[in-house]
């Protein structure tokens, strides 16, 4: 398919997803087109590289004979996709043309599991990058290093890295030649009724589908991932890593955390290879560099080679991203929607800022919030103060009894201060800038529109200077 044509147009060509697998196709010369509500940062990126973007969805955006690329977000009756039914045009799922793309490098490096995906394939593209490699890579957030989200440095390179989703079962349609599961956890209840035992099913069937040769590097420091070694006895491309199993063959020692940065020694066999230092915090990016690492290793690249690279990898967009500052005040914004992620970004900092670790939270999907709640509550633990938000719907409609004034009355009563603010952003933003201190760090935490707290503070900061 891939060879056979040479234009496609993606409705809703802005999505974080779709942009990043147009811009491959553009840098591997074929010929894109799309269209969005409206003109965002990644649509006017593609139009600069070439492509030709429409504002607005309508039949007439349809020229030609193009393959007609969608995404799960496009609805039934949306008129781009009812003109190319009607006309009879080759319709592909986005995560089909991840497919056909990532299936023309040998050297396809997926990067999966409930955490860390696109941190460990954005990071590993960064890397990949700056060694000189000139890899291609479909990240699901931006690089701010390299400013973009996918990329075909050099269409020739053997180097493919790619986030792979679980979230709805696509990740059964790849076949990388090495693999990093993170982590298994339940998550995506909606799709995953039996929890976390349907989704070590899942990957199972993905270790299943692989090609022979084909390596998968697990973390053991995880439950779920020695839940799928245990289940899967006949795969024979297991390559283990871990910050606490002596028993794996990659290992991170001497491990120094601190505010804002981390380090470790990267062991392989047993042997210290040399120190890895990095410029973000936590025992969940160490994890990550790990794995990352071991990868890279096992696709035969020189450690000493990618290595220095890992301290000006500045983390992704919406991963432990400074928004704001102001007043003393540090805002950072994180995309951590699930209680592990939240649990991991708080407990990164809690024993080394000066000031107080404040969280402004703000549940994503009806759905999660109900089928976590207690896991919820216990990830504030270490917060000083936590301010809960409105749930931030994603579509859906509300599913059950809980809700986020009750949620912050319930973190009350473990002791912890936690306050309900209803309203919009800019609206709970006011109620909130009063109770902050000098030397707080602020975590704004939720996959929704909470990314723009941080901004909305620092503005009503400045007027009432």
């Known amino acids: 398919l891939a060879m056979e044509f040479s234009e496609y147009h993606f409705i809703a060509i802005g999505g974080i997803g779709q942009s990043a697998l147009a811009n491959i196709l553009l840098k591997e010369g074929k010929k894109v087109s ?6 965002n940062k990644y649509a006017k990126k593609l139009e600069n590289l070439g492509a030709l973007i429409y504002e607005g969805h309508s039949a007439d955006n349809i020229k030609g004979s193009p393959v007609v690329v969608v995404s799960s977000a496009i609805k039934e009756d949306n008129p781009e996709l009812v003109e190319a039914k009607r006309r009879g045009l080759k319709i592909i799922h986005r995560s089909d043309l991840l497919k056909i793309i990532s299936d023309r490098y040998p050297l396809f490096l997926g990067f ?24 291609a890579y479909a990240i699901g957030g931006i690089i701010p290093a390299l400013d973009t989200n996918g990329d075909c440095e050099d269409k020739n390179t053997p180097f493919f890295a790619a986030e792979l989703d679980e979230s709805d079962g696509t990740v059964l349609k790849y076949s990388p030649k090495i693999t990093l599961i993170n ?42 991932n020695t839940k799928l070694i245990k289940n899967n006895p006949d795969f024979k491309g297991f390559i283990t890593c871990s910050a606490e199993q002596k028993e794996a063959k990659y290992r991170a020692e001497n491990i120094k955390l601190d505010v804002l940065s981390s380090s470790f020694d990267f062991c392989a066999n047993g042997k210290i290879l040399g120190k890895i230092e990095l410029s973000i915090p936590g025992m969940h990016n160490v994890s990550n560099a790990l794995g990352v690492a071991a990868c890279l290793i096992e696709a035969g690249v020189d450690f000493n080679l990618f290595a220095p690279h890992f301290k000006t990898f ?35 900092v809690a024993d080394y800022n000066k000031g107080r670790v404040v969280a402004i939270f703000q549940p994503h999907r009806f759905s999660r919030f109900e089928g976590f709640y207690n896991d ?42 936690a306050q309900y603010f209803s309203g919009s952003i800019e609206e709970s933003a006011q109620k909130i800038l009063p109770l902050l201190k000098s030397d707080d760090l602020v975590f704004t935490l939720g996959a929704g529109d909470i990314t723009k707290m941080g901004g909305v503070l620092n503005e009503l900061y400045m007027l009432k200077k």
């Open 112 to 135: 999966c599991g409930t955490h860390g995906k696109t941190t460990t394939s954005g990071m590993c593209a960064y890397l990949l990058s700056k060694s000189a490699l000139k890899p």
């Open 376 to 417: 919820f509550l216990d990830a504030f633990s270490c917060c000083d103060f936590t301010c809960v938000l409105d749930v931030y719907a994603a579509g859906e409609k509300p599913c059950g009894g809980k809700n986020p004034s009750d949620f912050a009355k319930e973190l009350e009563n473990t002791g912890k201060k």
């Open 183 to 224: 982590n298994l956890e339940a998550d995506h209840l909606d799709f995953y009724k039996n929890g976390l035992d349907d989704i070590i099913n899942t990957f199972s069937a993905f270790l299943a589908a692989l090609k022979s040769g084909a390596k998968a590097v697990v973390n053991i420091d995880n439950s779920g």
């Open 34 to 39: 799309g269209s969005d509500i409206s003109k």
């Open 314 to 348: 500045s983390g992704m967009g919406r991963r432990f991203q400074k928004s704001a500052e102001f007043g003393g005040i540090k805002v950072i914004d994180d995309y951590a929607h699930h209680p592990s992620e939240i649990k991991a970004t708080l407990h990164s």
